[in-house]
């Protein structure tokens, strides 16, 4: 049986690269994209090589690495010829403390409908062509309903010089994170367009810090990991 996996691979969480013989990239996924926006490529392939298996086949290594905000506890560094070679970084899972103090401002919140909140909100401003895909199967959860609108609208403006934006919000299947020794699904919001101001996007990764949300952003996109707190 013949089965293309790659819509496994490229939204799978742990990033992914394959390196031709010079060191050029053949293909990556998108968390190998953000991954590639806060560190060096030359970087990731001397890694490969440094921990390649000594026969064609595949070598797992548990090893910490963190670039930036983004840490690693392992990596998988695969070649079956001497054309290509592959490199698969598996993500640490982020251990997040709540306060009382904190979780007091969290709601039970219907996330599709509150994203359709700052949309409009958007709209009042700035008249742009949404491309909206939801997902349906998202249950209510608690989150900071004022802080996450303020996220959307500093999102939001990175885009104003697009007329158009496309917007996906989905659970991340089999996919968990620690809260308050909790294991707590995971909610993937993207924005994407032609291009966008990363001027402020230090502040917008502050703001999220604060809520628990995980900012990820290149020069095209931006994407948030939402904890689904019950």
Do not use: W
Request: aromatic share 10%; glycine share 2%.
């Amino acid at each position: 049986m013949t089965y293309d996996f790659t819509l496994f691979i490229e939204n799978d969480n742990n990033p992914f690269i394959l390196f031709d013989v010079d060191g050029k990239i053949s293909y990556l996924n998108t968390s190998a994209e953000f991954l590639l926006g806060k560190a060096n490529k030359n970087d990731i392939y001397e890694l490969c090589l440094a921990y390649a298996p000594k026969e064609y086949g595949s070598r797992m290594t548990h090893i910490d690495l963190k670039y930036d905000d983004l840490a690693f506890y392992g990596i998988t560094v695969a070649y079956q010829d001497d054309s290509y070679i592959g490199i698969r970084l598996y993500q640490r899972i982020k251990n997040r403390q709540l306060s009382a103090k904190e979780i007091s401002k969290y709601v039970l919140t219907d996330i599709n409908r509150l994203l359709e909140t700052s949309i409009s909100l958007l709209n009042i401003k700035n008249r742009h062509e949404i491309k909206l895909i939801m997902d349906p199967d998202i249950p209510e959860f608690k989150i900071s309903q004022n802080d996450f609108l303020k996220i959307m609208r500093k999102c939001f403006e990175t885009f104003d010089n697009n007329a158009k934006i496309n917007i996906m919000l989905k659970l991340k299947v089999g996919e968990m994170v620690v809260v308050k020794d909790e294991r707590c699904k995971l909610v993937k919001l993207e924005i994407k367009s032609s291009k966008r101001d990363k001027n402020n996007d230090l502040d917008i990764e502050k703001l999220c810090e604060h809520v628990y949300i995980d900012f990820l952003a290149d020069h095209e996109k931006i994407r948030l990991i939402i904890p689904v707190i019950q």
